[in-house]
Structures are given as C-alpha cells and as structure tokens.
C-alpha cells in the first residue's frame, strides 16, 4: 500500500499529535521521537485539586479530597468497590456533576468555573464509552458515527470519507446500515467506540466498557482502546474486571469510601 493509499484510521494513529481530522496530514512519515518529546513538556490533560464530593442528602463525602493528575497519553484504570466514587470522578470530568469542592482542569480548562453555555462543546471534546453502549436506536452504525461528526459541524463529505474508514478500523466493515438491535453486545460496543473516536479526542473516557461482555469480547474492546490509547489519546477507564486490568499492567488509580488508596504504575488489580 502506498503512502496516499493509507485511510484516515492509519494515518491518524501514524500522527499521534494531530487532533483534528483535517489536520491528519495526506501525506505522513511515521511516529517519530519529536512528537514523543513534545509530550513529556506538556501539562497534565486531567487535574484533579483537592476534590470533595458530597452528593445533596448524604452524610458523607463520595470523594474526599482527592487530588491527582494524569499525562497525555496515559492509560489509567480507576477501580475500588461498589460505591466508591468511581463514576463520580467520571461524571465530574465530563461537568455533569460539579464538585463540592476543588479544582478540576481538563486539557487547560479550568472545568468548574466553566460558564454553562460552554459546557455541550467541552462534553463533545472528549470521547466516551458506557457500559449501555448507549446508541441512538432508530439510526444505524453509519449514522450513529456521522452525528458525532454532524454535531461539531463536520460536513456530509467528510463524514463520506472518514465513518467508513474507523468503522473499518473497529473491525465493522460490511455492518454500516445495520441498526443497534441488528449487531451483537459487542459489536453494539465498537460503534460506540467508534463514535468516540471518530473526532479524534485528546481523551477518552470509558465507564466499564466491557461490564456487558463476554471476556472474549471484551479482549476484543481492550485491543481497540488500547489502540486508540497508542494515536496518543489519554483514556480513563472505570472497570470491575480484574483480568483486563491484569493483562493491560497500566496505571492503577483504586479508590475506597472516596479516597484515593493506591496509585501504581503498570499496576494488577490487587
Ligand atoms: N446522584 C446521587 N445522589 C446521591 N448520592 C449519589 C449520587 N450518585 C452517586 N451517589 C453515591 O455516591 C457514592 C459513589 O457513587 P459512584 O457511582 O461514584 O460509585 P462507583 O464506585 O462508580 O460504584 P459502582 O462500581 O457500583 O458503579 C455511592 O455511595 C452512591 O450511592
């Protein structure tokens, strides 16, 4: 295959530096240790200041003064028991719950000043996986992928050119017109994935992605995440399943009763 000949998908994940779909170059060499050293400049993509959560009603804080920061490009699982305050972090960082107190800033933006009329395009700049897959039923896998596009203005066109591609690259070429109810779990899940991918988020954040798979499919989920998390794109991962963990030997971020008890690099699940 020749340099011109090379889809969007792989010349996205060739350019881990590039954000946006349009700037992906055409023509483009391979991943080269400039662009690894601009990284190790750059600031944390998520921080998190001294953070407390304490939900209306409840007589104790969900997140107690947790404080912590993650890199481009990382790969970090949060894991802790039922109830710890997993999700919570999750929903913080996408604004849907504002801490009670702290600071949290996402790729610069200071996310709890953050006016409210700003808030739908800062969720749409970052990329996200649910357990529930949570498609848009009556639309198919195609449609589902263009609206990510569609929402930030992206035209037809370039919806023509790139869906198909990442829908190839999540494995479901051949499946484009099928609706949600026509594809498998799994399948259901890479074009959520897809979805989340398709604009190229500096950080993708997934809330037990495989909690409704079979192990096997969910190592099929872990391959693309991992792969998503080697364009350069920082993924934050919420999960329960201690074999992934296991196998991915990643940041380990555990969380008990709201508090940040371990923190290891290429960690086990414990
Ligand atoms: N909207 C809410 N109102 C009141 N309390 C809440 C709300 N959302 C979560 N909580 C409480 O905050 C705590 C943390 O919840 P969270 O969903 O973050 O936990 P989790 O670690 O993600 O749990 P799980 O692994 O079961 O999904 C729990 O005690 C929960 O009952």
Redesign the pocket.
């Known amino acids: 295959m020749t340099t011109c000949e090379r889809s969007w998908a792989q010349r996205a994940i060739e350019n881990p530096e590039c954000q946006q779909i349009d700037e992906v170059p055409q023509n483009c060499g391979p991943r080269d240790l400039v662009h690894r050293l601009q990284r190790v400049d750059s600031p944390p993509v998520i921080q998190l200041e001294q953070v407390t959560k304490t939900?209306?009603?409840?007589s104790r804080p969900?997140l107690d003064n947790v404080s912590v920061a993650i890199e481009k490009g990382e790969f970090v699982f949060f894991i802790?028991?039922?109830?710890?305050?997993?999700?919570?972090?999750i929903k913080m960082l996408l604004h849907e719950v504002a801490p009670s107190k702290g600071r949290i800033v996402v790729n610069g933006k200071d996310v709890t000043s953050m006016r409210s009329w700003k808030r739908p395009a800062f969720r749409r700049s970052i990329g996200c996986v649910f357990q529930d897959f949570r498609l848009l039923p009556n639309r198919t896998a195609y449609e589902n992928v263009a609206f990510a596009l569609e929402v930030i203005g992206k035209t037809k066109a370039v919806a023509r050119r790139v869906v198909p591609e990442v829908l190839e690259l999540v494995g479901l070429g051949g499946k484009e017109h099928r609706y949600p109810q026509e594809l498998s779990g799994g399948e259901q899940q890479r074009v959520a994935v897809a979805r989340a991918f398709v604009n190229r988020p500096l950080i993708l954040l997934a809330d037990?992605p495989t909690g409704n798979l079979d192990p096997d499919t969910s190592i099929e989920i872990m391959r693309l995440l991992d792969r998503i998390n080697r364009t350069g794109t920082t993924v934050v991962m919420?999960t329960?399943d201690s074999n992934i963990v296991n196998q991915m030997r990643r940041r380990v971020i555990e969380?008990e009763s709201g508090r940040i008890v371990r923190d290891q690099a290429r960690g086990v699940y414990g």
């Open positions: 939900y209306p009603k409840a969900s802790g028991p039922s109830g710890s305050g997993k999700s919570t972090i037990e919420v329960h969380i």
